[in-house]
């Protein structure tokens, strides 16, 4: 395409935004808002998945002992667990150390243990890593049939709700998002009805000079992409000063929450939504030229 | 240059427009197409122009079977054509300038040759020193000759006119085949549909007498031959 081409059909899709002002600034506004939903929940599924995996890589499986074993007994069943296909490390931990590690959790609070005298409840225990979160479920059934082992427990119920919940939202906001795409898609094509009804005329003789088909449409193509371009670039705008804010407030007062760190996170996210944006942009004018426009 | 062979026409809705329709029209002819209103005067030019496609027969417009055309094809076979209409078409928020411009603009020709071409056609019709004016400050008939500029600006091997002084007073008219005679002269084929009978039988040029969607008269140097 020549560059005085290009220059006409940018000035002509400018002219026609200014023409149809407040059509356009619908339009912006519903692009923006369902990119910006979209972005929403593309930024909280990712991150709940991220925060799903981040702990479930972190799992460790706590193997609790039946009381009055003898150290034998429980070497002898450490060296088990060590043999288990998967496990990376295996630390005892016994009841006294536990109990330190109690009393150093609960902090200022930890006058209450008082009441227990110098009974303690907490039982010999085993820290069990493994190197792939797959194993975490069959290493601990393995662990809990082991004789002289009350029970082996993980995570898991927790992240398993996690995903679960991941699964919900991730629905929901398909849905939430098909719908405003296909408002946004419906909004942009009605304002580039407009721009070709508004010129017919010039249309007219377009043809009849022998103009061909995509110099015809390319500048009402531009217009539908600028409009879809602008409202993303609104989203996106709103949506990075959001996330921006919240993460560093997270990294602030909830440390231990894994969120996603904004870079490269969010120029990829804007980079989608942009991408998102300027295709409802075309694909709209093309729906509308397709029904209006016989050229 | 056009040539029709046994061409037939009929719209969806079961009309005939066209039946049986054979002519040939030569290189630097001028030929008035005459006839009733809905007589098929129209589509005969919506096939030249391939607006339409004929039901059967074969066309050739400018050596170029138009009904085998690609849809691709059909800008560059309008661009060796050019069109006026009863009610000029032009643009109004452009200059006279800007409107025969237009036409060259959107076939991407270059700019130096467009300030070119476009003055040459204005002086042509007699509008040079109107440039920057406004087709609503322009009386009907100088209206006209923009849109005959801008028909010719792109240098088409046939003109297409459809009743172009069909909204103008006799005497402008007149001044208007003036222009047509001028462009023909030098070598445009003229193909005009008209129902002005004084300007046919002035003229003197072939006519084609379209009745009922037949030809019902082809002569050279003829006449309107209907009363007004």
Not at chain 1, 210 to 225: K, L, S, V
Not at chain 2, 168 to 195: C, Q, R, Y
């Amino acid at each position: 395409m020549k560059i005085r081409t290009f220059e006409y059909f940018l000035r002509e899709a400018v002219t026609s935004l200014k023409r149809n002002g407040l059509m356009s600034i619908a339009s912006v506004s519903t692009v923006a808002l369902s990119l910006l939903i979209l972005g929403i929940f593309l930024v909280m599924v990712l991150n709940l998945n991220h925060i799903a995996s981040t702990l479930e890589t972190q799992v460790q499986i706590t193997v609790y002992m039946e009381d009055g074993l003898s150290d034998r007994d429980m070497r002898e069943i450490g060296t088990r667990i060590t043999k288990m296909t998967g496990v990376t490390e295996v630390m005892f931990v016994d009841k006294e150390e536990a109990m330190a590690k109690f009393k150093e959790r609960l902090g200022e609070q930890k006058g209450l243990l008082t009441a227990l005298g110098e009974t303690n409840p907490l039982p010999n225990s085993f820290e069990v890593k493994v190197d792939k979160p797959e194993y975490v479920k069959t290493v601990s059934q393995t662990i809990s049939q082991l004789k002289g082992v009350e029970n082996a427990k993980y995570g898991q119920e927790v992240i398993e709700q996690l995903f679960a919940l991941t699964k919900m939202i991730r629905i929901f906001g398909l849905l939430l998002i098909i719908f405003l795409g296909l408002a946004a898609l419906f909004i942009i094509s009605n304002t580039i009805r407009i721009t070709v009804f508004a010129r017919r005329k010039e249309i007219g003789i377009m043809k009849y000079v022998g103009a061909t088909d995509w110099f015809i449409r390319f500048p009402f193509m531009i217009e539908g992409m600028i409009l879809g371009f602008v409202g993303a670039l609104c989203a996106v705008l709103i949506l990075s000063q959001t996330y921006s804010t919240l993460t560093d407030k997270v990294y602030e007062s909830l440390a231990f929450l894994p969120l996603i760190p904004k870079n490269p996170f969010l120029t990829n996210i804007s980079m989608i939504l942009l991408i998102v944006g300027t295709a409802i942009g075309a694909l709209g004018s093309t729906i509308s030229l397709k029904r209006f426009m016989k050229v | 240059m056009i040539y029709m062979s046994e061409v037939s026409k009929v719209y969806s809705n079961g009309s005939v427009a066209l039946a049986d329709v054979t002519v040939d029209i030569h290189k630097g002819d001028f030929v008035f197409v005459v006839g009733p209103s809905g007589a098929g005067k129209s589509t005969f030019i919506k096939l030249i122009l391939r607006e339409e496609l004929p039901t059967s027969g074969r066309i050739v417009v400018n050596g170029k079977n138009v009904i085998d055309m690609q849809p691709g094809e059909v800008p560059y076979l309008r661009r060796t054509l050019g069109m006026v209409f009863q009610d000029y078409r032009l643009l109004p928020n452009k200059t006279v300038y800007d409107n025969v411009a237009f036409a060259m603009q959107v076939i991407e020709a270059p700019r130096r040759e467009i300030q070119k071409r476009v003055h040459n056609v204005l002086e042509l019709v007699g509008l040079r020193h109107k440039l920057r004016t406004y087709p609503s400050e322009l009386s009907g008939g100088e209206q006209q000759r923009v849109a005959i500029a801008r028909a010719i600006v792109n240098n088409p091997v046939i003109v297409i006119a459809d009743e172009p002084t069909g909204n103008l007073d006799p005497e402008t008219s007149w001044e208007i085949m003036k222009v047509f005679d001028t462009i023909n002269k030098a070598g445009t084929t003229i193909i005009m549909a008209t129902h002005d009978k004084t300007v046919v039988d002035a003229m003197r040029k072939r006519v084609i007498a379209i009745e009922k969607g037949r030809i019902a008269r082809d002569q050279v140097k003829g006449v309107y031959g209907y009363e007004d």
